[in-house]
């Protein structure tokens, strides 16, 4: 073996010697750094833990108001209540309660009186064309329309 022997590099290792106070300053930093991570995680999760309690008393919140819209909502579509509301507010009432006015029979009026009560009256047109509806439906009998040729 040479004991002796001179390598190519071995010279400026030699030379390259880090100071003792640059290792002592990135010691320092690096225990700093560690620290930081140490205090920094804990007080994270804290705060992450605050936001997940909120969350969650604002979740139970919302469950609460969606039961009670349910109730509402199924209160709404209850068969009483629909009933209550037509009667209410629309005024509807139940078919058997439905009150009728009987009129009492007017008179037969004959085909004569109409048709002269017609002329008599000077009145054409519209007018004597409800005269005539009116006498026929109160009669029962058919109505007739003029004929152009007569006035």
């Known amino acids: 073996m040479i ?13 390259m010697k880090v100071p003792v106070e640059l290792v002592g300053i990135m010691y320092f930093l690096l225990l700093v750094g560690c620290g930081v991570l140490l205090v920094s995680q804990p007080a994270r999760i ?19 108001k969606n039961e ?25 009432v139940e078919p058997s309660v439905i009150r009728t006015v009987a009129l009492p ?3 037969e009026i ?7 009560a017609g002329k008599d009256s ?18 029962g009998g058919e109505v007739k329309a003029k004929e152009p040729g007569l006035r």
């Not at 008393?57 to 919302?62: A, C």
């Not at 009670?68 to 509807?92: H, P, W, Y």
Request: charged share 30%; proline share 4%; no cysteine.
């Open 3 to 15: 004991k002796n022997a001179v390598y190519p590099g071995a010279s400026r290792r030699a030379k």
């Open 46 to 64: 804290a705060q992450v833990d605050a936001s997940v309690r909120s969350l969650e008393r604002s979740l139970h919140d919302i469950k609460l």
């Open 68 to 92: 009670d819209l349910k109730k509402k909502v199924a209160q709404v579509e209850a068969l009483s209540f629909v009933e209550k509301e037509a009667k209410g507010r629309l005024g509807m």
């Open 105 to 107: 029979e007017s008179p």
């Open 110 to 116: 004959p085909n004569e009186s109409v048709a002269s």
């Open 122 to 139: 000077g009145t054409e047109g519209i007018l004597s064309l409800y005269r005539r509806i009116i006498a026929g439906v109160f009669k």
